[in-house]
């Protein structure tokens, strides 16, 4: 007993430092795309996922774990062969995979569509498709975006061959398997609560896609039977169409958008002005375009990298990384190293959470000043356009799901068709006639980061579960440091010293299920 605690706290000894040098130089690269940066971010990555893969470390771990490690040490344990179980695979199985993966990944980014005889990016293509009124040129930008399928199908397919092979020499039925299995996620549970979505979701979008599809064959001229994938405002129908969204920008005009994150949190009374401290803002030549929160040494050192305008969408994207930051901040520290982390699920739910404060009523007039008329005017949209984006966001997932699980029971399936199928059914989404063609493949997640999309489903569900519970238990969210302290008490404090799933069922008072989204979208 004494000798597993002692070899969990060497493991953690060995690794802690290497997790927090890789961290630092992936922020730093991330700061500053130097070619210095990238080099010195490279070789910290490698020196930490070099150890994770050593064997002698490994086997010190299985065996602790094997020989009756009990309570604590027990969970830092399965939490140490969990991070390192996937890194076990043979040296030449493992970079055949890294390359494989680099490969399609640059050729991801050096893909550019032609529209109208001219290379556009994705964003030119996302443009198109929300804005253009021309259904020739926005089926040319359709299938402009589905070209790199084609580029990189085959290669995905052996990605999926060789993450199997992967998975079944570490006694995992398929990689998909394997995924769930060190994420903590009961593959049993997620079928099941993906068909509650399914079953929650499907009346609601089905009314709400019948509006959708009248304007969309109204502005288009068309028959609503005629409409195809191009119709819709991105490649794959996995967001709102823009006039779903309430546009709040009109209301942030000369407003300072990290005020109003520090305001929010100070009235959580949850510290974010430490983090806010340590972050990179605003935007910069050389910089990282989008954002990321990070825990760089599990001891007090989290950042947040934002590029931070003038918008509403600014406001989301900060509260929403700090909601991740508060979470670091407020794990207990008196936790191991292994236990001082969040389960994804978890703290994208607190992210997710922050996130939507900045749509709703009270966050709008007691944060941003609107009046009590404004306030009440807006309240309704905002539901709506919430319950519309849940509804797309859903169906997507389910897609996504049910493809990857197929994936990867086979590889060499016909995927194309199996793409289409899913599409029609979860999406409602009528294929182009008689297409032949590895749309699935265009989908960078499904080659980069396989069997993730759930994660965003579930951390959505777990926010919802969160902010019943607080608005049961204290009145609401905003300005209410009751809130904050409940969140710091309950799902922030115990780290992972608690399995997500009886975290979520602690913070929120009950198990993840799908009721509040049921509610959510019943609008
Ligand atoms: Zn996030």
Redesign the pocket.
Known sequence: MADAARIAQEAEMRLAPLAAAANLGWWNAQVEATEENAERRARAELAWSDALADRALFASVEDARRNGAGGQVRRRLDLLYNLMLRRQVPDALRAGIVELETSVDLRFSRHRGVVGGVEVGDTEIKRILRRSDDPRERREAWEASKTVGAEVSDDVRQLARLRNEAARSLGHRDWFALSLATDEVDEEKLVATLADCDRVTSEPFARWKIDLEEHLAARFGCAVAELRPWHYSDPFFQEPPPDAVVDLDPYLDRKDVVALARRTMEGLGLEAEEIIARSDLYPRDGKNQHAFCIDVDRAGDVRVLANVVETHDSVDTLL?ELG?GVYDLGLGGELPWTLRTTHLVAT?AS?LLHGALAWRRDWLERVLGLSAGDGAELEERLLSARACELLVFTRWVLVMNAFERALYADPDGDLDSLWWELVRRYQGVTPPDGRLSPDWAAKIHIAVAPVYYHTYLYGAIVALQLARALEAEVGGVVDRPEAGALLRERLFAPGEAVRWDRLVEQASGFPLSVESLARAVAR
């Open positions: 929403h991740h994208e992210a």
